[in-house]
């Protein structure tokens, strides 16, 4: 039973199990930067403080709307947390509760939550929808933490990470292999009546016709890009791993300069979800994967409540598929999940694998 299809009384567990690691990463903030877990003012980063306090509203928001938890009201909750309407450079500049008041805020959050979640009689996908969103939110969060973490120098306990290595790493026996992939009509995304929960951007169902294409069974690796360093004098990523570990911390554009130079190219994101599914020799799971595909719509793109999860940023960012061994929850791990972010972010935990030409 994974996360999308879980029963009320799984998804419980789930929630505790996500909080447990929230809060395992807090510590590790307050043991570097002292309990304000002040942080520099970036484009890629939240005050964590802020952060916190906004994973508690998120799941208030949609489970417990009457929730105002110690503020004077709901709207005053909604004016420090509501990430729709609060600017990001200003969350550095607002009154924020202390991180003993904002932990205490989760708690109470999170016990009525499960409260709710004990009395619910259903275990239907509508009725157990938003406790599903509010359990992916906060393990997106943790990822967030973690990535922003090793960019500040933070040390991260063992627990969190081990608990979120997924999916195997590849072999040495697979850096090389290169698989071939018929041609065929691909369905990309997931069908209306799927079973569970499916993110907004995921529907859409729609048939992608794919030439024949051979594609690495891996992402590109450290021995792999580094010569395209020496040889095209680009700047050194900041932290370099072992030849035989997945290259990370890589942006669109120098992923794909290096295929411009290896004479390959990035796979779609239909490329890449076909041979996820259909080649059992395709490994992922490592990085997140740059895709050549600019995030749009499928065809009837409906918004879900939670409508500014993916509308706002069509046409913005590029497509990643696949996983982060190490920081992405194995719960939201997917061959169909649309990660997305602007092409520059050298700080998120993404490399990419490439196709013949």
Known sequence: ???????????????????????ALADAYAAALGESLLVPRRDTLNPPLWELGHIAWFADHWLCGHASRGFASVTAYDALYD?????HDSRWDLPLPTLVQTRARMQASLDEILSKLAAETSDDDETLYFYRLALFHEDMHAEAAIYSAKNLDIAIPKNPLQATS???????????????????????GS??????????????QHEVALPAFEINSRVVTWAEYLPFIAATNREMPRLVGEPNEAAVHINWFDAKAWCDWAGRRLPTEAEWECAAMTDSHFTWGEVWEWT????????????????????????????????????????IA??????????????????????AI
């Open 1 to 23: 039973m994974t996360a999308r299809t879980a029963n009320a009384k799984a998804l419980a567990s789930k929630l505790q199990d996500s909080r447990q690691r929230t809060l």
């Open 292 to 331: 050549a595909s600019t995030f749009e719509p499928y065809p009837n793109f409906v918004p879900h409540a939670y409508a500014d999860y993916s509308a706002p940023w069509f046409g913005t960012r590029q497509v990643l598929r696949g996983a982060a061994a190490g920081a992405t929850s194995a719960r």
């Open 191 to 204: 069908p209306a009546q799927a079973a569970g929960f499916v993110f907004d951007n995921e529907l859409g």
């Open 334 to 355: 997917h061959p169909k999940y649309r990660n997305f972010f602007t092409p520059e972010r050298t700080d998120i935990f993404a490399g990419f694998r490439s196709c």
């Open 166 to 188: 997924h999916v195997a790493c590849a072999s040495a026996d697979f850096i090389k292999t290169t698989l071939s992939i018929p041609a065929q009509m691909w369905l990309l």
């Open 83 to 87: 990430s729709s309407a609060v600017p």
